[in-house]
Nanobody, 116 residues
Framework: QVQLVESGGGLVQPGESLRLTCAAS????????MGWYRQAPGKQRELVAT???????NFADSVKGRATISGDNAKNTVYLQMNSLKPEDTAVYYC??????????WGQGTQVTVSS
């Protein structure tokens, strides 16, 4: 069973930056894709960014140019750096672990609020 521990959410002002961290533990087999999704009130959960165990990345159009995602395979940890944050980035951010062989796992979510 894979478990995810998220950290890094909080309240920031527009234009500021934030880094989210997600660490996976348990029986982890490659290949896999890890990343972040978000859900704002009244909206569906949507992709933010993902990175595969072979370092391929994917970004939502809404964060391209403002977000970077990186991974540490030795630690099974993924980092999402978001810059130039906007109020519309406010949401609960969920880490996702999606292995090719095995079950998809979601984190418990971390709140990101962008407000002045």
């Amino acid at each position: 069973q894979v478990q995810l521990v998220e950290s890094g959410g909080g309240l920031v002002q527009p234009g500021e930056s934030l880094r989210l961290t997600c660490a996976a533990s348990g029986k982890i087999f490659r290949p896999y894709v890890m990343g972040w999704y978000r859900q704002a009130p009244g909206k569906q959960r949507e992709l933010v960014a993902t990175i595969s165990s072979s370092s391929s990345t994917n970004f939502a159009d809404s964060v391209k140019g403002r977000a970077t995602i990186s991974g540490d395979n030795a630690k099974n940890t993924v980092y999402l750096q978001m810059n130039s944050l906007k109020p519309e980035d406010t949401a609960v951010y969920y880490c996702n672990f999606n292995p090719t062989y095995g079950r998809t796992v979601w984190g418990q979510g971390t709140q990101v609020t962008v407000s002045s």
